[in-house]
């Protein structure tokens, strides 16, 4: 709109009206035509403060005023509500305003008397302007500086209870719960219970720099802690932490703080609570009674404005909460396991001395490298010192360890021939105790490895020939002397000489005695 004011001052101020055109930034064909309109209106500087331009320009040119009465004036309340979903703007409602008009052979206003009157109607009716304030978009979240205490009932020492804010910026909708300490799992846990008290998810979460949501502050690359990040994955939201130094990112929620230190905290001040969950039910009670207080200046209260303006906007709860998880680093050691609270899990013996991401479930241990899950056990409790050993994760010989016992040697000694067995059996009936003759069973089983199978049965035939009850020592001296062949070749002879008289004419030894 044209600067009526400004133009009518600096011409009763003795202003050129090129000197006008330059200040108020309109042309000089304007200028003069105002000026003109004045002088036969016989209005002049200085008139009432009160007086608009869009008042002066009903007095100087009452054409152009008529004429706008003759445009369509938007629906606000239309306008208002469409802004409530998501990707709507007032560029684009007015975009489809003008298409309305033009359609209907009406004059629509310009881009920014539409933003003025709805501007004017925010104003007027109290409403939550929907320009930055969207619908289910952001859940603000915060620590409140100031803590309440818990009284011990032995010493009556007070323990202090930190407390947990979160809010709705276009409701101000709020929840609040305390927690015995600031760490990650609280945080988290915080969250769901926000996230199950709306009934609904919102669509960006803008918490603080604080160390157990944001590693490292950044205005353009945050670093967002990984277990929250995944919790913000599982819920299908994001995390966009305020700036830092600029709590005017999170508004809401510092504002909801000094509401929450006077009207919940201060109120419970000479209260006196010895467990969590005896405190956190009076703050539950206070928060319903602070969310459920009326607006100042519009109608409803939090509640009220939740469920009619943005509960249909967040987004859907998943089937089952998010398990908490949290993630740390650790090395493989030389044993091919990892130490978790002083408890120790395998992963596979390839990722010895590399450097692993762990996470820590309620009742999971998982294990991964360069996001690759490589290793997943059941978490262990109880004592210290405990350890859970996959044998997949095991080199081959180690997992021949293992495996070696009475049914293992058996079943080797069945593979290798009749004589292995008898001997394998001689031998772990000789001894008392099972590890001793799995032991001698061992050496066998070397023995198999460096001189040849085919030998050992041999020398185990050898062995029996001798006595029921072979030894390993005494293989291991045929094997070294290499008796087994030699008894080889006497076998074949004896058996030529058993074919010899079965079937030739054969001389005994009368014949030879001279009888």
Not at 44 to 69: M, R, V, Y
Not at 220 to 226: G, K, L
Not at 302 to 330: C, D, H, N, V
Request: hydrophobic share 30%; with cysteine.
């Amino acid at each position: 709109m044209v600067k009526y004011r400004d133009i009518l001052r600096l011409h009763a101020q003795g202003v050129t009206q090129r000197g006008i055109a330059s200040s108020c930034g309109h042309s000089r064909n304007t200028i003069r035509n105002v000026v003109n309109r004045a002088k036969e209106k016989g209005f002049s500087w200085p008139f009432e403060n009160n007086l608009t331009d869009a008042d002066i320009q009903s007095i100087l040119f009452p054409e152009k005023h008529q004429s706008l009465d003759f445009r369509r004036k938007p629906d606000c309340e239309y306008i208002h509500k469409e802004l409530a979903k998501s990707g709507v703007t007032l560029s684009l409602l007015w975009d489809e305003y003008s298409l309305n008009c033009r359609e209907n052979n009406e004059i629509p206003y310009g881009y920014r008397q539409f933003c003025r009157f709805y501007h004017n109607y925010a104003i007027k009716t109290k409403a939550t302007m929907r320009i930055k304030r969207k619908p289910g978009e952001i859940l603000e979240v915060d620590w409140a500086g100031q803590t309440m205490n818990l009284t011990d009932n032995l010493t009556g020492e007070a323990i202090p209870v930190y407390i947990f804010v979160a809010t709705l910026p276009c409701s101000q909708y709020s929840y609040v719960e305390g927690f015995l300490s600031m760490n990650t799992e609280n945080w988290l846990t915080a969250h769901i219970n926000t996230f199950k008290f709306y009934g609904g998810v919102p669509r960006i979460i803008v918490p603080d720099n604080l160390k157990t949501g944001v590693i490292k502050a950044s205005r353009s690359e945050p670093i967002i802690n990984r277990s929250y990040q995944e919790m913000a994955e599982y819920y299908q939201s994001t995390i966009i932490p305020a700036r830092v130094r600029h709590p005017k990112d999170k508004p809401s929620a510092e504002g909801t703080v000094g509401h929450i230190s006077t009207w919940i905290i201060a109120s419970l001040r000479h209260e006196k609570f010895f467990s969590l969950i005896e405190l956190n039910k009076a703050i539950h009670e206070k928060l319903k009674d602070f969310n459920l207080r009326s607006f100042q200046k519009k109608d409803g209260n939090r509640q009220t404005a939740y469920f009619e303006e943005e509960k249909f906007a967040m987004g859907p709860l998943p089937a089952s909460p998010y398990e908490i998880a949290t993630w740390q680093k650790a090395t493989v050691q030389y044993d091919y396991h990892i130490n978790m609270n002083k408890m120790y899990y395998s992963v596979p013996y390839d990722y010895i001395k590399h450097q692993v991401d762990v996470r820590v479930a309620r009742n999971t241990i998982e294990v991964f490298y360069k996001s690759l899950r490589i290793a997943s056990h059941k978490k262990m409790t109880g004592k210290k010192g405990q350890s859970s050993t996959l044998p997949d994760h095991m080199p081959r010989e180690h997992q021949q360890y293992i495996d070696f016992n009475q049914e293992y040697v058996l079943k080797w000694a069945r593979s290798v021939g009749n004589h292995a067995l008898k001997t394998v059996e001689s031998i772990l009936a000789s001894y008392q105790s099972e590890k001793q003759g799995l032991k001698s069973c061992l050496g066998l089983i070397k023995l198999a490895d460096k001189h040849s199978i085919e030998r050992l049965e041999l020398a185990c035939e050898k062995a029996l020939s001798y006595t029921p009850r072979p030894t390993l020592k005494s293989i291991q001296t045929i094997l070294k002397t290499g008796q087994e062949k030699v008894m080889n070749e006497n076998d074949r002879s004896s058996l030529n000489q058993t074919n010899k008289s079965s079937y030739g004419f054969t001389r005994g030894a009368d014949y030879y005695g001279g009888n």
